[in-house]
């Protein structure tokens, strides 16, 4: 009796671990090969960027100067950021002329509140329905897409419609290679699955 439960909670484990190990290789290679193409984005209503790794920021400028949308909403500024903080230290690939242009730009808000993917989603959805928003181009990471994403579609009303742009600041080959590509995906993914867990108990 104690060897056949023993051997059902080997089982069991085997199981559980090879399903948890199949997800990871999974979603690295769903983060690995969710790509847009920039220009392929069509004309939305607005752009919100989720802030964290470096690029990210920079990319949403570049929509905006791309007029892919009229309004941008920078999501979890910290401290007391100014859109002319940002402006300085997200412009690599700006020109001086770009960098007047978004100086001058009227419709970039920043969203100080915010310091987790949930509460990107929220007050997100608040600015949204404040600013009669129907369609946006969500910007943040590759690796960090999934959750953001399957925030952002909770707490949304499901007539906006939601466009990824997953950015990637590296080529494929050289995450691949990267021991700290996999360290990072790993935590991604043990958030994404606390995550699901989450919103599902709020169905």
């Not at 939305?44 to 920021?57: C, E, F, N, P, S």
């Not at 989603?121 to 690796?143: C, F, G, P, R, Y």
């Amino acid at each position: 009796m104690i060897k056949a439960i023993f051997k059902s909670l080997t089982l069991a484990t085997l199981i559980g671990i090879t399903t948890i190990l199949l997800g990871y290789f999974i979603y690295c290679v769903v983060i690995l090969l969710w790509s847009t193409d920039r220009q392929d984005i069509r004309a939305h209503d607005a752009i919100i960027v989720l802030t964290g790794a470096k690029g990210r920021i920079e990319t949403g400028f570049q929509f905006l100067l791309d007029e892919k949308a009229p309004d941008l909403l920078i999501s979890g500024v910290i401290n007391n950021a100014t859109i002319n903080d940002l402006i300085e230290t997200n412009s690599d690939t700006l020109s001086d002329e770009q960098k007047r242009q978004l100086q001058r730009h009227c419709c970039i808000d920043l969203d100080h509140v915010a310091d987790t993917t949930a509460t990107n989603a929220t007050e997100s959805a608040k600015w949204i329905d404040n600013n009669n928003v129907q369609s946006i181009i969500l910007v943040t990471s590759s690796s960090h897409m999934p959750r953001a994403y399957i925030q952002f579609i909770f707490a949304l009303d499901k007539e906006i419609t939601i466009t990824p742009y997953p950015y990637r600041p590296e080529r494929r080959l050289s995450l691949v290679i990267s021991p700290e590509f996999w360290q990072y995906a790993g935590r991604e993914y043990i958030k994404f699955g606390g995550t699901i867990i989450r919103l599902l108990q709020q169905i």
